[in-house]
């Protein structure tokens, strides 16, 4: 089983950056695919990005154009580079991993970290 630890949250202002980590133990990575969610308050938990074992990405449109994801199976690790980010990117962001697929359907995706709150200030 693959445990998640989300890092690198915290407190920016509009149009500023993030850089979040999805760090794993207790599994390589490398067989995984990996989702990034986010949930704001009073919101449902919606997708925002994903990358599978080949390296390769796909994004929900709040994403498109302004977050890249992207993967180090060195470090056991996959980031979530954030550009011009708006006061509605506030949330928890949390990652997750997947066994088999890479896939939007947070329902797919068996474990999860405890997530990391990004909070975006006007």
């Known amino acids: 089983q693959v445990q998640l630890v989300e890092s690198g949250g915290g407190l920016v202002q509009v149009g500023g950056s993030l850089r979040l980590s999805c760090a794993a133990s207790?599994?390589?990575?490398?067989?995984?695919?990996i989702g990034w969610f986010r949930q704001a308050p009073g919101k449902e938990r919606e997708f925002v990005a994903g990358?599978?074992?080949?390296?390769?990405?796909f994004y929900g449109a709040s994403a498109k154009g302004r977050f890249t994801i992207s993967r180090d199976n060195a470090k056991n690790t996959v980031y979530l580079q954030m550009n011009s980010l708006k006061p509605e990117d506030t949330a928890v962001y949390y990652c997750?991993?997947?066994?088999?697929?890479?896939?939007?359907?947070?329902?797919?995706?068996?474990?999860w970290g405890q997530g990391t709150q990004v909070t975006v200030s006007s």
């Open positions: 207790g599994r390589a990575l490398s067989n995984y695919a």
């Open positions: 990358i599978v074992w080949s390296g390769s990405n």
């Open positions: 997750a991993a997947n066994r088999y697929t890479g896939t939007s359907n947070q329902a797919e995706y068996p474990y």
